[in-house]
């Protein structure tokens, strides 16, 4: 057996690329050599090549420093003999951690969360063995069977938002094994239409009836144990008891949706019609919320500051005014001319593409953009892209971390001396608002806003009453001297309203 394993190779490449050959070195491999058994080696590189398949090369060359120290503990702790397979996970985990310990390397490492929070985990060595033993374990079950769904792995197409990429789905936490057992079958309904956020709310969902199910009921077992009186004292329990959050109307909707997918699966009939529409509360109403233009002025002056290409984004996701979903996943071809005009085509995560025209000056951003990440990544998919797998968008939790890591460091306060809080959105909302003041009408809003109906447009109207009052001071004032000069000769009673000129 050779004992290096090549990362070209791995990635079926002839040699590194310069660009990527600066970070990563040119001809980096993973050494076998030293573990003391052909077991071990043959587990190992097993491992080593289906993490290839999962992650970027990149990611694979940074794994190097936590391989390295788990090879080191293999030498010295194993025999000739072992495999990875000859002791429960837990136990090598544990004689890991004691290694470690000796060896002064860290178990625990401090970060910094997108609010400034200090959080501590694990160390990085730790989380890299677990996911070597998970997978020299054997699991013969089909993957709908297990108890944590590893997303790859299922045999259906699911849909998921690129930015926000989701692995696995965990069912450990309902802790009754007839309602875990029953509710797969519902989310494996549910996953072959559903986009996986939806499938992730309604597992949240169970997770939280299994838990009123084991403190009240727990003699319920089976979804074919619920009824009518259960799930009417539940909804009680969540209007005056429970705590999790403040409105329960997604939570219970998508509870409904996973119960009655599951009573089909599973010919439970009583699963159907087990909520009434009355017992799922409306919709809260939002606060929406904008930027006024001195705060969006204070952001920019230190957002340009950023690196360059985390900079343009931010610019462009304002000057479209789109979702940041629809900004991450820009893709190279984007852009074309018609007509005398630079059309942008933008590629909706929640509703169908839509096209609309932009200033060349927009364009000339853009087009930077995209010559930055092709000069430094080849060609790629998406415009803005992961730096540690350039075949993917750059996530959210990425624009978030540097945006809010710049806020808290510069101080940045909005308008009443609060530090400002992160929210894409916002931008989306300023865009919106100020459409309506440049007196477009509703259909046009609409179009360039991407939305299917002008329904959503009277949100962005309402926003914008501050200019409604500006323009329509003089009309006010003109109307009250009207009626000032009107009140010319009438009784004393209502000389005090001049006196009091309150109506100027």
Do not use: H
């Given at each position: 057996m050779d004992e290096k394993i090549y990362l070209r190779l791995l990635y079926g490449m002839e040699e590194i690329?310069?660009?990527?050959?600066?970070?990563?070195?040119?001809?980096?491999?993973?050494?076998?050599?030293?573990?003391?058994?052909?077991?071990?080696?043959?587990?190992?590189?097993?491992?080593?090549?289906?993490?290839?398949?999962?992650?970027?090369?990149?990611?694979?060359?940074?794994?190097?420093?936590?391989?390295?120290?788990v090879r080191r503990f293999l030498k010295e702790c194993a025999t000739a003999k072992s495999s990875l397979r000859d002791k429960a996970p837990e136990t090598w985990v544990k004689q890991f951690r004691t290694w470690m310990f000796k060896e002064h390397i860290p178990l625990y490492y401090r970060s910094r969360g997108p609010t400034g929070k200090e959080n501590i985990s694990k160390a990085r060595e730790i989380g890299y063995f677990e996911r070597m033993l998970k997978f020299t374990a054997v699991d013969a079950r089909r993957e709908e069977e297990k108890d944590v769904w590893e997303l790859d792995k299922l045999e259906i197409e699911h849909r998921e938002n690129p930015i926000k990429r989701v692995r696995t789905l965990n069912f450990t936490r309902i802790s009754q094994?007839?309602?875990?057992?029953?509710?797969?079958?519902?989310?494996?309904?549910?996953?072959?239409?559903?986009?996986?956020?939806?499938?992730?709310?309604?597992?949240?969902?169970?997770?939280?009836?299994?838990?009123?199910?084991?403190?009240?009921y727990p003699q319920v077992q089976s979804c074919r144990d619920l009824n009518r009186e259960i799930i009417e004292e539940y909804l009680t329990y969540l209007k005056t008891e429970a705590t999790g959050t403040k409105h329960y109307h997604a939570d219970l909707n998508r509870l409904r949706s996973l119960l009655e997918s599951t009573g089909q699966m599973c010919d439970y009939p009583n699963l159907i019609g087990l909520f009434l529409t009355r017992d799922i509360p409306p919709t809260p109403k939002a606060a929406f919320k904008t930027y006024s233009d001195a705060e969006l002025k204070r952001l920019n002056r230190k957002i340009v500051k950023l690196d360059a290409q985390t900079a343009r984004l931010m610019i462009i996701h304002q000057m479209l005014g789109t979702r940041i979903s629809d900004t991450l996943t820009l893709t190279p071809d984007c852009l074309s001319e018609r007509n005398g005009e630079i059309i942008i085509r933008i590629r909706q995560m929640k509703t169908k593409p839509y096209e609309k025209p932009i200033s060349a000056e927009l364009a000339a951003l853009i087009k930077k953009a995209i010559a930055y990440t092709k000069e430094k990544y080849g060609d790629t998919t998406y415009i803005f892209v992961d730096e540690k797998n350039p075949s993917r968008p750059m996530p959210y939790t990425t624009v978030q971390f540097r945006i809010t890591d710049m806020i808290y460091k510069k101080e940045l306060r909005d308008d009443n001396g609060e530090i400002f809080g992160f929210g894409t959105h916002i931008y989306r909302h300023y865009y919106g608002m100020k459409l309506t003041e440049m007196h477009l009408d509703d259909w046009t809003i609409a179009k360039l806003l991407g939305h299917s109906s002008v329904r959503n447009v009277k949100y962005y109207r309402k926003m914008s009453n501050q200019l409604l009052a500006d323009e329509t001071r003089k009309a006010r004032q003109r109307l009250s001297a009207v009626i000032l000069d009107n009140l010319d000769g009438w009784e004393a009673e209502y000389e005090q309203i001049r006196q009091d000129d309150c109506l100027q």
């Open positions: 690329p310069d660009g990527l050959a600066r970070i990563i070195g040119r001809n980096p491999c993973y050494d076998l050599a030293g573990l003391p058994s052909p077991k071990l080696k043959e587990e190992i590189e097993g491992f080593i090549r289906y993490r290839s398949t999962q992650v970027s090369i990149g990611r694979m060359q940074g794994d190097k420093q936590f391989y390295n120290k094994d007839g309602i875990r057992q029953e509710l797969k079958k519902g989310i494996y309904l549910n996953l072959q239409g559903e986009a996986i956020a939806c499938v992730q709310k309604e597992l949240t969902a169970a997770r939280r009836l299994s838990r009123y199910l084991a403190d009240r």
